[in-house]
DNA sequence: ACGAAAAGTGGGAGCGCTCCCAGTCGGTTG
DNA sequence: CAACCGACTGGGAGCGCTCCCACTTTTCGT
């Protein structure tokens, strides 16, 4: 009564075999590309899988290699800095694109809370992926060290601390903070404050290290006053320039972790009557979008985000098929992309 | 000589019996929370499992089962759209929110170019997953209907027209364009423009249907030069900006069917000097981000993105458990934010 | 107290694949 | 011409689970 066509039974290596006269061995050989099988036997098969719309059954597949070409991308964050960051979004694209010309699938697994991380656990535990991307880390984050543990090939975005023991990638936090303050240096500035990210994380102590450096560089005594500890967030960035405004009213300029930190610190500016760049120089970190949206338009220091997603990629895709090997690092170049903030 | 705690085979539902003094059949009972186990048998079971550290295998699982436990969100857009919109970022975390407590998990699949989408049809036809989400719809989309042919099961967050056949989720976008529409009127402007979406998606067709209903429910005449159809970027936001200046110099008010497109707009009426909201006043769609950062920041039509991503998980999760079910739909209300801009 | 229904249980069959080994069959070689 | 070798091939075994059925034990009703 009804077409056929799209019901019943997916057909299974078996009826390929039947179909093209061989055994199973040899269509098995011929779908996984293995050597070691006849022309004639090869074009047999390839004839009855497109005729037959033959597709492999993963599961099965996956019951005996133990491989499920799936791989896991965990962004272990709080509500709010998902919806604010793209930088998240531009992760995704570059590990998409890396692996697009692969048969490995994207699980994406937020961690928000407690009961997500046990989730996760027992996820991984249950090795329904070959390999896990973790972005955004914490020093004190459980999860690599758990990963770790049941050695589960796992690739970071950033580290835990200068020295990581896993293989991760990261971008010139230090040099890119550096470059911003030279920046600000030679433009005059003199009294340059920063807002630094979470002090938990190796990304908010680099950026806050090449503040540092670069003042140290130029001789000038650095000021602990001038260092607002912030939380990558909107609103922890403008807290942080009342404070600093606060402890030290003749601020010229400020070097904010992140765009959405530097945001906020301009709000904060602009409610005090202090006009950027004229009185104060913002610049930012991450060159997002809202870099481009802010009024005056912010300063950055771009990192290539994209870049660090397809390259955790290619190393966690290096570490499944070799795992035996040791672990390594990259370290991607920052540029400042110069506005009218500063 | 290494420890054994983390080595070897994980230990299998045989193992769980053996230890526990029962069969198979109860521990997978005990385990899937099947009735019929005895109190004294499913204790046996259970102190086994913590001892073991028992996990069950899908793949095995899935093999029998033909279910995957898995669900995919499917996201066809061009690069340049992904960077720019926390559209995505907000269905993901409903997505993910919904999921949550359920043994689901979510794999992320980009559609960027024709490969992409081959790679999906494969996929897809392989049952890696057990239901599709789809986001970001075009009319002549193929996904749907590819879908919908090999009976998987599929929720939509938008339609392809308005009589949709796949079940869907969508936000009052007619009405929300009205209210921001009559919000201009109420406002005293007389000469309101539209931006449009694409008009070979839903969205595009509905946003200008309600500015066109709002119009001409207060009786005003439709002037056709009064719209311009651009593509959701920041771009094609101010060109169409500048064609209609160009075509209609008196225009005092544009409604823009996202934000973005809306910041784009603001940028070619401050070059051309014209103030906002004193001469025109502007309003977005989609209280996205961006809103906040423009200056003057942006009136905008608010679409509860997050609530429709846990919205399309319900229905798929439905859709999944009872695959009979006439298809259904949901409506979504949209509020407007004013702000400074209109 | 006795049979019947209900409740609980064990384990065979089988999901669709890969792995591997024993074979088959030409074509060499001495 | 026999012995041998390499290239191919078929199919058994088994991955870890669920499903189901036959079986045993309990719990009733009368």
Redesign the interface.
């Known amino acids: 009564m009804s077409s056929p066509k799209?019901q019943g039974q997916?057909p299974t290596l078996e009826a390929v075999a039947e179909l093209a006269g061989v055994g199973r061995g040899t269509v098995s050989r011929v779908v996984n590309g293995a050597p070691g099988v006849s022309a004639k036997a090869r074009a047999a098969v390839e004839t009855a899988i497109t005729q037959l719309?033959y597709?492999?059954?993963?599961?099965?597949r996956?019951?005996v290699t133990?491989r499920?070409d799936?791989v896991a991308?965990v962004i272990p964050e709080s509500?709010s800095r998902?919806?604010?960051e793209?930088y998240?979004?531009?992760v995704?694209?570059g590990v998409?694109t890396e692996l697009?010309d692969t048969e490995m699938?994207?699980?994406?697994?937020?961690v928000r809370d407690r009961?997500?991380l046990d989730?996760l656990t027992?996820?991984a535990?249950?090795?329904?992926v070959d390999g896990v991307l973790l972005v955004s880390i914490h020093d004190d984050d459980p999860l690599p060290g758990l990963l770790e543990?049941?050695?589960m090939p796992t690739v970071l975005a950033g580290r835990r601390s200068p020295d990581e023991s896993l293989s991760h990638v990261h971008s010139d936090n230090v040099g890119g903070a550096a470059t911003a303050v030279r920046h600000l240096i030679d433009g005059g500035r003199t009294t340059i404050a920063t807002i630094t990210g979470p002090l938990d994380m190796d990304v908010g102590n680099s950026r806050l290290r090449g503040w540092r450096e670069a003042l140290a560089e130029r001789g000038a005594a650095v000021d602990e006053r001038l260092v607002a500890v912030a939380d990558f967030t909107e609103e922890g960035g403008r807290t942080a320039m009342r404070d600093l405004l606060d402890r030290v009213p003749g601020i010229d300029a400020v070097f904010a972790a992140s765009d959405v930190m530097a945001?906020g610190a301009l709000t904060e500016l602009r409610e005090r009557g202090r006009r950027v760049p004229d009185d104060v120089a913002v610049i930012g970190f991450d060159d997002s979008?809202?870099a481009r949206?802010?009024?005056p338009a912010l300063t950055s220091v771009r990192q290539p985000i994209e870049a660090i997603g397809r390259s955790i990629t290619r190393l966690l895709l290096t570490e499944i098929a070799e795992p035996a090997t040791a672990h390594r690092q990259l370290v991607l170049p920052t540029t400042l992309v110069v506005r009218d903030s500063a």
């Open positions: 799209h997916r719309n597709i492999p059954n993963p599961a099965a996956s019951l133990s499920t799936c991308l509500e998902l919806a604010a793209p998240f979004s531009a995704i694209r998409s697009a699938q994207l699980l994406l697994i937020l009961r997500e989730r027992r996820f535990a249950a090795r329904r543990e049941m050695r945001a979008v809202i949206h802010t009024t």
